[in-house]
């Protein structure tokens, strides 16, 4: 699975952003596809994922204010985009595009894109 991530930059507060991660390969057996960040000294976190079966989960800190979507282009491609809206300078961090496998057996894996960096000014 590889996954292209792009659409970060620098917006001031309150302003909007839409990422975008293009996602190839074996992603018809991904059971979650999303969207993490992580800002300076701070653990990665989930922000948003979208589950195979369309349910979608949101951390609080975001709900109401980013939305998770993605287009599937068949078994091989799709994109997964994360809109984001009302944004604040909390925000500022790393955002990873991340697909989620768990078999029925053995631990869940983890695929990752490179990251793409979302800078929000006060």
């Known amino acids: 699975v590889q996954l292209q991530a792009s659409g970060g930059g620098l917006v001031q507060a309150g302003g909007s952003l839409r990422l975008s991660c293009a996602a190839s390969?074996?992603?018809?057996?991904?059971?979650?596809m999303g969207w993490y960040r992580q800002a300076p000294g701070k653990q990665r976190e989930l922000v948003a994922r979208?589950?195979?079966?369309?349910?979608?989960?949101?951390?609080d800190s975001v709900k109401g204010r980013f939305t998770i979507s993605k287009d599937s282009l068949g078994n091989t491609k799709n994109t997964v985009y994360l809109q984001m809206n009302s944004l604040k300078p909390e925000d500022t961090a790393v955002y990873y595009c991340?697909?989620?496998?768990?078999?029925?057996?053995?631990?869940?894996?983890?695929?990752w894109g490179q990251g793409t960096q979302v800078t929000v000014s006060s």
């Open positions: 991340n697909a989620k496998r768990i078999p029925t057996l053995g631990p869940a894996y983890d695929y």
């Open positions: 390969g074996t992603i018809f057996s991904m059971n979650f």
């Open positions: 979208i589950e195979s079966g369309g349910r979608t989960i949101y951390a």
